[in-house]
């Protein structure tokens, strides 16, 4: 079946540091989201990437959806405190799959 | 508009014992998911529903079973309890079933096995 694999499954970094993590697919992914889970929280999303060589941002956070769509990246550009958590991407690999394959996510950790 | 809401917040049983979780999606989803994400691991997926049918289950064993009511919320049951079901019960909804929906969780129910 489907696996998404996300490296490292820890990151501690300086506040002001960037910090990127990434996503990688066994199968082409019709589409990946990502999602935030703070510490004692549950997953948000954060945003969706559908096209292949899709880059999207968000403030600090730049989404990148690579060329042949097996892999993604999230990177976090002067991490501040308030971006602890875990970060999780998700797949869909489509072919009749409704169904999100989870990765097992990073956890930052921002040291003030 | 209200989230997707869980119930009980906390849940703590003994080995063997039967527990329930409930959960309510966002009005107008009709796919509820549940995942297990026991401490620090990631989501493990184990069951979907949408318009009342099993739509798909994970690799979990037959005593992890649920359903879906009419008005679109679910129920996660877990038979004969054993220590390692202690996770955090995640639920969640979308509108419909597409790769593209986007998923809304719920709070969690924290269950602890004794």
């Known amino acids: 079946g489907q696996q998404v694999m996300q490296i490292p499954q820890y990151q501690h970094v300086q506040e002001g540091e960037d910090f990127t993590t990434y996503c990688n697919s066994s199968?082409?992914?019709?589409?990946i989201q990502w999602y935030k889970q703070r510490p004692g929280g549950h997953p948000v999303f954060l945003i969706q990437?559908?096209?292949?060589?899709e880059v999207k941002k968000q403030k600090r956070l730049t989404f990148q959806f690579g060329e042949a769509k097996k892999n993604s990246s999230l990177h976090i550009t002067a991490t501040q405190t308030t971006d602890v958590g875990t970060y999780f991407c998700?797949?869909?690999?489509?072919?009749?799959?409704?169904?999100?394959?989870f990765g097992k996510g990073t956890k930052l950790s921002v040291i003030p | 508009e209200a989230g997707v809401t869980q119930s009980p917040t906390h849940l703590i049983k003994t080995r063997g014992q039967q527990a329930t979780l409930r959960c309510s999606p966002i009005?107008?989803?009709?796919?509820v998911y549940w995942y297990q994400q026991a401490l620090g691991l990631g989501l493990q997926f184990l069951l979907w529903?949408?318009?009342?049918?099993?739509?798909n289950r994970g690799n979990f064993p037959p005593r992890f079973s649920g359903r879906q009511f009419p008005n679109y919320s679910s129920e996660l049951n877990v038979n004969a309890l054993e220590l390692e079901d202690s996770a955090l019960y995640l639920c969640?909804?979308?509108?419909?079933?597409?790769?593209?929906?986007?998923?809304?969780f719920g709070a969690g129910s924290r269950l602890t096995v004794l």
């Open positions: 969640a909804s979308s509108s419909g079933f597409s790769g593209a929906n986007v998923l809304t």
């Open positions: 199968t082409t992914l019709s589409n």
């Open positions: 990437l559908v096209k292949s060589g």
């Open positions: 998700a797949g869909h690999s489509g072919a009749g799959s409704y169904q999100l394959t």
């Open positions: 009005s107008g989803h009709t796919s």
């Open positions: 529903y949408d318009e009342g049918e099993e739509r």
